[in-house]
């Protein structure tokens, strides 16, 4: 399949993402630097923090229910609307001086709030863009623009920014949201989801159709069993990242000075994973490929655990960073082509929520157990867990890839 197949919409959705995404890069370390300026009371700057995680949690499943009610697209474009104001007055408000800690609690909280809905739709959306056999190449192009975007141009570029013009982070966020919206809008417009396409279906409450989205997926065996191991695998990769700079510091003695490069290699990692995971789904095939996949990340992983050194620590990390970006693309594409239309945004909704619970407990778990034991048992515990996560997924997958073969 040729780069033209995706096709115009898919290019717009593309360019409306990853400005979306290198805005993103630009805000979050800048809200970092800000919230440092504004107090130096660790309680508020988490408590920041927590303001930007918890809406996902909350209002996630919320978030699907109206992208399936509304025309996703338009619905697209008044979020990033909403997002871009929102952060253009947090850009006056920097410039003017008038920033305080509730302020910033308040904006990363709507911010993020607001984002729920958007990936709801977003999600939903895609399929309607471009052909099913195209979705894995189109979810690994979209995951490779956004972290060249973010990890590459956005994140780097924050710091500098913010030394020039605290406000001027702020305020490219907000042009990167608006050209987003105006991107969007010019999107083929698409049929509305219509929750009464199926039989027996019919427009209820909120909570009526939250319970009918976590009942779909609940009932498709193999796209639960995905979940499940995804949000399984969260809570190793979620430790992971909860220690991995103190690991790389002490462990694999990499010099401080040259973190951002080891880091780095995540980055190129889940680049090259997200590229390639529509050839390796074409080639095996989606089930197969998660299951090897997962017998990947276990190697990279025990590989990482044992490492002693920067470069096989990084190789590591970064094969390991490609298989996380492979799964990821390979699932949220095997949902887009099973879910129902008019439920696409509720599914994909409790997919990503169920994914994400074992994340705070992940990173919990990782800080208590490396604060008495050092972080190197944290990554051997890391590493066994993806291997029973892969000993699991290889057993629960294999009637799917036995009979998709």
């Given at each position: 399949?040729t780069?033209?197949?995706?096709?115009?919409?898919?290019?717009?959705?593309?360019?409306?993402?990853?400005s979306?995404?290198?805005?993103?890069?630009?805000?979050?370390?800048?809200?970092?630097?800000?919230?440092?300026?504004?107090?130096?009371?660790?309680?508020?700057?988490?408590?920041?923090?927590?303001?930007?995680?918890?809406?996902?949690?909350?209002?996630?499943?919320?978030?699907?229910?109206?992208?399936?009610?509304?025309?996703?697209?338009?619905?697209?474009?008044?979020?990033?609307?909403?997002?871009?104001?929102?952060?253009a007055?947090?850009?006056?408000?920097?410039a003017?001086?008038?920033?305080?800690?509730?302020?910033?609690?308040?904006?990363?909280?709507?911010?993020?709030?607001s984002?729920?809905?958007?990936?709801?739709a977003?999600?939903?959306?895609?399929?309607?863009?471009?052909?099913?056999?195209?979705?894995?190449?189109?979810?690994?192009?979209?995951?490779?623009?956004?972290?060249?975007?973010?990890?590459?141009?956005?994140?780097?570029?924050?710091?500098?920014?913010?030394?020039?013009?605290?406000?001027?982070?702020?305020a490219?966020?907000?042009?990167?949201?608006?050209?987003?919206?105006?991107?969007?809008l010019?999107?083929?417009?698409?049929?509305?989801?219509?929750?009464?396409?199926?039989?027996?279906?019919?427009?209820?409450?909120?909570?009526?159709?939250?319970?009918?989205?976590?009942?779909?997926?609940?009932?498709?065996?193999?796209?639960?069993?995905?979940?499940?191991?995804?949000?399984?695998?969260?809570?190793?990769?979620?430790?992971?990242?909860?220690?991995?700079?103190?690991?790389?510091?002490?462990?694999?003695?990499?010099?401080?000075?040259?973190?951002?490069?080891?880091?780095?290699?995540?980055?190129?990692?889940?680049?090259?994973g997200?590229?390639?995971?529509?050839?390796?789904?074409?080639?095996l095939?989606?089930?197969?490929?998660?299951?090897a996949?997962?017998?990947?990340?276990?190697?990279?992983?025990?590989?990482?655990?044992?490492?002693?050194?920067?470069?096989?620590?990084?190789?590591?990390?970064?094969?390991?960073?490609?298989?996380?970006?492979?799964?990821?693309?390979?699932?949220?594409?095997?949902?887009?082509?099973?879910?129902?239309?008019?439920?696409?945004?509720r599914?994909?909704?409790?997919?990503?929520?169920?994914?994400?619970?074992?994340?705070?407990?992940?990173?919990?778990?990782?800080?208590?157990?490396?604060?008495?034991?050092?972080?190197?048992?944290?990554?051997?515990?890391?590493?066994?867990?993806?291997?029973?996560?892969?000993?699991?997924?290889?057993?629960?997958?294999?009637?799917?890839?036995?009979?998709?073969?």
């Amino acid at each position: 399949m040729t780069a033209t197949a995706l096709g115009r919409d898919f290019r717009l959705l593309w360019s409306a993402a990853v400005s979306s995404r290198f805005g993103d890069a630009l805000r979050t370390p800048a809200l970092a630097l800000l919230a440092a300026t504004v107090t130096r009371d660790p309680r508020a700057i988490a408590a920041i923090t927590v303001a930007g995680q918890l809406p996902p949690l909350l209002f996630g499943l919320l978030g699907g229910v109206y992208a399936d009610r509304w025309d996703r697209r338009r619905t697209m474009a008044l979020v990033d609307g909403v997002r871009a104001a929102a952060v253009a007055a947090l850009a006056v408000a920097v410039a003017l001086h008038r920033v305080d800690v509730a302020v910033l609690l308040v904006a990363a909280f709507l911010l993020a709030a607001s984002g729920t809905l958007f990936d709801a739709a977003s999600f939903a959306l895609l399929p309607a863009l471009v052909p099913p056999d195209a979705l894995p190449r189109a979810n690994g192009r979209l995951q490779a623009g956004s972290a060249i975007a973010g990890g590459f141009l956005g994140a780097p570029a924050a710091g500098v920014l913010f030394a020039v013009a605290p406000a001027l982070p702020f305020a490219l966020d907000a042009v990167t949201f608006a050209a987003a919206a105006l991107l969007v809008l010019a999107l083929t417009p698409a049929p509305v989801a219509d929750a009464t396409a199926r039989p027996g279906a019919g427009r209820r409450s909120v909570w009526s159709e939250i319970v009918e989205g976590m009942r779909w997926l609940r009932g498709h065996r193999t796209l639960w069993q995905v979940t499940l191991l995804t949000a399984a695998s969260n809570l190793a990769i979620s430790g992971i990242l909860a220690v991995q700079v103190l690991y790389a510091l002490d462990v694999l003695r990499v010099p401080p000075a040259g973190y951002g490069l080891f880091a780095a290699a995540a980055i190129v990692g889940g680049v090259a994973g997200a590229l390639g995971s529509g050839r390796i789904a074409a080639r095996l095939g989606t089930m197969p490929a998660l299951r090897a996949v997962l017998a990947v990340e276990t190697v990279a992983l025990v590989g990482f655990a044992l490492a002693r050194h920067p470069v096989p620590g990084g190789l590591a990390l970064a094969v390991f960073a490609a298989g996380t970006v492979v799964w990821n693309s390979l699932w949220a594409s095997y949902g887009q082509r099973h879910v129902p239309h008019d439920l696409l945004g509720r599914v994909g909704a409790a997919q990503r929520m169920v994914g994400l619970l074992t994340a705070p407990l992940g990173a919990a778990l990782a800080g208590l157990a490396a604060a008495s034991y050092g972080t190197g048992p944290v990554m051997a515990a890391a590493a066994g867990t993806v291997a029973l996560v892969t000993a699991a997924g290889w057993r629960a997958l294999r009637p799917a890839a036995d009979s998709l073969a």
